[in-house]
């Protein structure tokens, strides 16, 4: 369904910037999502097929009537179609969007303990040179497993710089002298 989600994405990133709306749908859309998320069988009850269109209509105007009219269109168009399930990834590839026009990324720190913003600056520099983006946006995780060291994850890319990854390359090292 993603081929879906991109072309609702894409339509309403291109509304948005053509109507200089971008921000404005950018944080209604996050706040639509969470909220989505936090009543519990939202998504079942909009994509329900038992519940009439008006109903569902009048749920998405209860629920997010104050959105951008431009995300309102689109909540619309997903209840009408029973496609409300889509949200999360349509809002995933929203930002993929907006983070490619903004020559930014999305980076995961995952780490044994929680970093200081110092750490995370430092590390954001070096990934910032690495790769050529003009701004990182930064999420620290906590990963007991790491043992030590951390794993930044980048779009599909893993940077493992932890202890256990290194444990583990001396072990498969290991085996494969042992096995020889």
Known sequence: MANISQKYAGALYEVAVKHDSLESVKNDF???TEAAASVENFIDFMDNPKITRDKRTAAVEAAFGESDRLLLNLLRILSDKKHMSLLGEIYEEFLSLYDEAHNQARV???S?????????DQLGQIFIDKTGY?????TNTINEELIGGV????????????????LDGIRNNFKEHTNS
């Open 30 to 32: 996050f706040e639509v």
């Open 108 to 110: 995961t720190v995952e």
């Open 112 to 120: 044994v303990y929680k970093l200081s913003a110092e750490e995370l």
């Open 134 to 138: 003009e701004k990182l946006l930064i």
């Open 151 to 166: 794993r930044v994850l980048l779009g599909s890319k893993v940077y493992d710089g932890s202890v256990r990854n290194q």
